[in-house]
């Protein structure tokens, strides 16, 4: 059985690192709500693929830089069908 996929993130330590760049400066340069960081800051839900890629970018950095998939969240190998 699959257990659901759990997406972390960097965000916040991103945006310390990149001159303490305020909840509202990345939701500008993603194109969302400042409340919509702070959901994904708290890792509350899971961003979209484009929104996934659009805050990387404004980071300048990959996607996976930025996210990643908990492993726990992945199926084993031999629970494919």
């Known amino acids: 059985m699959v257990k659901p996929l759990r997406i972390r993130n960097q965000i916040r330590r991103l945006r310390f690192f990149a001159g303490e760049m305020t909840q509202l400066e990345l939701a ?9 960081i702070i959901a994904l800051e708290a890792e509350k839900y899971a961003p979209s693929l484009e929104l996934a890629f659009r805050i990387a970018a404004a ?15 992945i199926a084993d190998e031999g629970a494919r069908e």
Do not use: K, L
């Not at 980071?59 to 969240?73: L, N, Q, S």
């Open 28 to 36: 500008e340069r993603a194109g969302v709500s400042r409340q919509t």
């Open 59 to 73: 980071f300048g950095m990959e996607i996976t830089e930025v996210f990643r998939a908990d492993e726990g969240g």
